[in-house]
T-cell receptor
Framework: KQEVTQIPAALSVPEGENLVLNCSFTDSAIYNLQWFRQDPGKGLTSLLLIQSSQREQTSGRLNASLDKSSGRSTLYIAASQPGDSATYLCAVRDPMNRDDKIIFGKGTRLHILP | KAGVTQTPRYLIKTRGQQVTLSCSPISGHRSVSWYQQTPGQGLQFLFEYFSETQRNKGNFPGRFSGRQFSNSRSEMNVSTLELGDSALYLC????????????FGPGTRLTVL
């Protein structure tokens, strides 16, 4: 059974610093992995989608990497800003699970200190 | 393009009642998925519809059901509400489903008293 873990559950970082968020999954046979951010009480905003054949994706100050063999993905945020404060979730699409579900981690709550 | 919309945004019900939530996907998207988010369990997949057919289903009891219309709009129904059904219900749309980026709506906050 696929499990997705995000450690740490919460993180505080001074403004301007670069940071890395981690996501690990137990079964490497995935369709893709997606990173989202969620602001309090709101829906999810898609940040980056990495297909299983890709190693990384970049969008602005964000870079996501995928290492299927080790079951890991990282989200790198450069030059952090207070507006980056949110909960970041990763999710994997798991074809080995016969129901082909998308499975989410519990998220990392990020707080950027002004 | 307009984003994913969900109605209503907030709902208060009592135990035993039933509720219907609505989701309108981004124009041109044929896949709609539903999720339940609670503080304890996080985000859990409910089901996915594609071209009016349920394609996938999560591990939820039969009280949770859904459907999709020919215009891709989707509804989710929960019958015989329980206190534990209190949650944020999110829907997401994508063009094809599995390999595409999912775009989420703002959610419906359901409170069961």
């Amino acid at each position: 059974k696929q499990e997705v873990t995000q450690i740490p559950a919460a993180l505080s970082v001074p403004e301007g610093e670069n940071l890395v968020l981690n996501c690990s999954f137990t079964d490497s046979a995935i369709y893709n992995l997606q990173w989202f951010r969620q602001d309090p009480g709101k829906g999810l905003t898609s940040l980056l989608l990495i297909q299983s054949s890709q190693r990384e994706q970049t969008s602005g100050r964000l870079n996501a990497s995928l290492d299927k063999s080790s079951g890991r993905s990282t989200l790198y945020i450069a030059a952090s800003q207070p507006g980056d404060s949110a909960t970041y979730l990763c999710a994997v699409r798991d074809p080995m699970n016969r129901d082909d579900k998308i499975i989410f981690g519990k998220g990392t709550r990020l707080h950027i200190l002004p | 393009k307009a984003g994913v919309t969900q109605t209503p945004r907030y709902l208060i019900k009592t135990r035993g009642q039933q509720v219907t939530l609505s989701c309108s996907p981004i124009s041109g998207h044929r896949s709609v998925s539903w999720y339940q988010q609670t503080p304890g369990q996080g985000l859990q997949f409910l089901f996915e519809y594609f071209s009016e057919t349920q394609r996938n289903k999560g591990n939820f009891p039969g009280r949770f059901s859904g459907r999709q219309f020919s215009n891709s709009r989707s509804e989710m129904n929960v019958s015989t509400l329980e206190l534990g059904d209190s949650a944020l219900y999110l829907c997401a749309s994508s063009q094809q489903g599995a390999i595409d980026t999912q775009y989420f709506g703002p959610g419906t906050r359901l409170t069961v008293l």
